[in-house]
């Protein structure tokens, strides 16, 4: 069983810029896809990145050109570079495990999560 944990959220204003970190720890981690998702007060899941074992890279509308995605399989991390951060990307932001590599933009696809850490955009 694979554990996730993200860091790396806060508070930003807008135009600003964060990077979110995703430690896997256990199972399959090198092997699986892995993607970011973000859920608004209120809202559903929406899928924002995800990133294959060897770096093919998959997007959301919403963060494509903003948002990079990366990882790094010897410290088994994760990483989401936001940039030009918008009052509507105020969320929690998740990491998953796609250990089937199918589906990215499906939150069902995903076969573990982490807890989650908040990233607030606001002046």
């Known amino acids: 069983q694979v554990h996730l944990a993200e860091s790396g959220g806060g508070l930003v204003q807008p135009g600003g810029a964060l990077r979110l970190s995703c430690v896997g720890s256990?199972?399959?981690?090198?092997?699986?896809?892995m993607g970011w998702f973000r859920q608004p007060p209120g809202k559903e899941r929406e899928f924002i990145a995800a990133?294959?074992?060897?770096?093919?890279?998959w997007y959301g509308d919403s963060v494509k050109g903003r948002f990079t995605v990366s990882r790094d399989n010897i410290r088994n991390t994760v990483y989401l570079q936001m940039t030009s951060l918008k009052p509507e990307d105020t969320a929690v932001y998740y990491c998953a495990g796609n250990s089937g590599s199918v589906g990215y933009d499906v939150a069902r696809n995903y076969d573990y999560w982490g807890q989650g850490t908040q990233v607030t955009v606001s002046s």
């Open positions: 990133i294959e074992r060897f770096g093919d890279t």
């Open positions: 256990g199972g399959t981690f090198n092997r699986d896809a």
